[in-house]
């Protein structure tokens, strides 16, 4: 947590807090400001303009390439969904991370870009106060707005960092003068996990309800009251307390519902929308959803409103089911917005089609398959959208991210996918999307399954049929938008669901097809492992990918402890109150012993 801050001054705040936007001139500018550098502490909080400009910073610093190229490794590379690509050799940490080989000195074990950014918030809270109590123009509800958005990517930062590492160091003092006591030790998963939810709690209803459709960006780029309440419902899923979980997606999937219908008025003045919305509805079993369909038998609408263009009307269209988003740019160097170069080097771009990390053979296998699939349903024939969308089999790339549109022919029973084009290297503009309504849905069906009953006498099946329909329903509205046919015929079917464990296989399952790469993947096996009080489901998915070694990683990880990072080496050389996890070697000491 300390390592860069042990070697700030009082004078240079700006060393402390790390890019910072300049100030705001107007409310288009706030997503795409330049930073500034060396600002005097007791020089720069004097006015409104300060706080936004820092603010914007938190969000800049959210997009670094060290912030996302995390979020894809911590959450996608130890799972089943990614192997190496094209010139993976390249970055020898990464290739140690595939491999399960992760030592304290690999450098995807560094979190400071993190920890930065929950120093640039926690600032922001202190002295925001005491402008609004010297400029009259920053109004109170104004401030209340601000702190809530910074407590929440506060909270946002340390949710990945106790997923990825479970213990971490834990402060909401913000660090801005040399004496103060930087060396603090692990709090546990659980303590943190709780004061987070505790401090959006606080904060939840002083959030921005919604931004001004005049600002786009803003509504699914910067926090919303949705966007905490993501954050909450994930996380008291996490917490095992299932009932708040469903309530907070409730009130998203309401909030959701009623942006759609606001938006019909767009859909029946003849844009593009993908249908009618009480079609798309009655469709998708009630929820707001958009379209895969383009026209008759062609796919790919929603591939492309919620990975694709940046233009204006995509943004108003994504925003019926984004809820948090970096946003990105394809044109940096044209308005100063960054590109998301961390997607372009990892899942690859036009000039090198498959980037440092690929699909794995065990997901392209099924493209080829007709029957005996490992993730994409035999039920639905090859005809799950998903299956094109995410992979490009014939390059064995990454396609989600990196391409700006994808249509799916699905006149014939073998489908054929026409890709567009491909990002540049250096100008990809995919936002990274963290919460999405599906991804909700999918949430809430695993906590209703989580409040199901083992057994098969009549008071367990009285209990557990609602709960199974209404797991199912949100499933299948999820698995039925990606299916490629103008009158359903074949999608999930309810009694193969019948009981806890298919019906949390299901959902497992249908969390994987439809936020594949998207950073999901690893937290919910871990997730799984946390609630089961073991790793057997989560072994058992990371070593589908493997061809060799598949002993020695399912060693490794039948421990608990293996499931999380180790605390990078030069971490723990400056902060002496930290304990390495046992499970992993430093990487220096060839004698260490392994617990």
Request: hydrophobic share 35%; net charge negative.
């Amino acid at each position: 947590m300390i390592t860069k801050i042990n070697r700030i001054k009082k004078a240079g705040l700006m060393g402390l807090i790390g890019l910072m936007g300049s100030v705001v001139s107007g409310c288009s500018s706030f997503l795409d400001i330049e930073p500034l550098n060396e600002i005097v502490l007791e020089k720069f909080w004097n006015e409104k303009a300060d706080v936004d400009g820092v603010i914007a910073g938190c969000y800049s610093g959210m997009q670094d390439d060290p912030i996302v190229r995390r979020m894809i490794i911590w959450g996608e590379a130890r799972s089943e969904n990614l192997a190496a690509g094209l010139n993976s050799t390249n970055d020898e940490n990464l290739m140690n991370v595939l491999n399960e080989n992760i030592m304290a000195t690999n450098a995807y074990t560094t979190w400071d870009g993190f920890y930065n950014i929950i120093n640039r918030c926690n600032t922001v809270i202190k002295y925001a106060p005491q402008v609004a109590a010297t400029d009259p123009g920053y109004t109170e509800s104004e401030l209340q707005a601000n702190i809530a958005e910074m407590v929440a990517l506060r909270s946002l930062c340390y949710f990945y960092l106790i997923r990825t590492f479970r213990d971490v160091p834990y402060s909401t003092v913000a660090f801005t003068d040399d004496d103060q006591e930087m060396e603090l030790p692990a709090t546990p998963f659980d303590a943190v996990l709780d004061s987070l939810i505790t401090s959006l709690e606080s904060v939840k209803s002083q959030a921005v309800r919604r931004y001004p459709t005049t600002t786009p960006l803003y509504q699914t780029g910067r926090i919303t009251q949705d966007a905490i309440n993501a954050m909450l419902c994930e996380m008291y899923l996490w917490k095992k307390d299932y009932q708040k979980c469903i309530d907070y997606a409730d009130l998203i999937i309401a909030s959701k519902k009623q942006i759609a219908e606001e938006k019909q008025s767009l859909r029946t003045g003849g844009g593009n929308w993908g249908g009618s919305q009480s079609t798309n509805e009655a469709r998708f079993n009630g929820f707001p959803l958009i379209s895969d369909m383009l026209m008759s038998n062609y796919y790919g609408n929603a591939y492309e409103t919620l990975f694709g263009s940046d233009v204006n009307s995509e943004n108003e269209r994504a925003s019926q089911e984004i809820i948090f988003q970096l946003i990105f740019d394809d044109d940096p160097r044209g308005n100063s917005m960054l590109a998301n170069t961390a997607v372009g080097v990892l899942y690859g771009n036009a000039n090198v089609i498959r980037g440092y990390l690929a699909p794995s053979d065990f997901l392209i296998d099924d493209i080829d398959k007709s029957s005996g699939r490992n993730v994409f349903s035999d039920r639905n024939k090859k005809m799950d959208a998903r299956l094109y969308e995410n992979v490009d089999a014939f390059n064995k790339a990454v396609n989600k991210f990196t391409r700006q549109s994808i249509t799916i022919n699905a006149s014939t029973t073998s489908p054929t996918a026409l890709y567009g084009v491909k990002y540049t290297d250096g100008y990809n503009g995919s936002n990274w999307v963290i919460y999405r309504l599906t991804d909700i849905m999918l949430l809430k069906a695993e906590a209703l399954t989580q409040m199901l009953q083992e057994g098969s006498d009549p008071a367990t099946i009285s209990h557990n049929e609602p709960i199974l329909a209404q797991a199912f329903n949100l499933v299948n509205a999820v698995n039925k938008r990606s299916v490629c046919q103008s009158t359903l015929t074949d999608t999930l079917v309810a009694t193969d669901y019948v009981t806890k464990s298919q019906m949390e296989e299901l959902v497992l399952q249908e969390r994987q097809r439809e936020l594949m790469f998207e950073g999901k993947r690893w937290y919910d096996l871990v997730r799984r492992a946390q609630r089961d009080g073991n790793t057997t489901v989560l072994s058992n998915a990371a070593l589908r990918k493997v061809t060799t070694g598949g002993s020695l990683i399912a060693n490794k990880l039948t421990k608990m402890d293996a499931i999380y990072w180790p605390y990078n080496n030069d971490e723990i050389k400056v902060n002496k109150k930290l304990v390495q996890n046992p499970a992993f070697s430093s990487g220096e000491d060839s004698n260490y012993q392994k617990n």
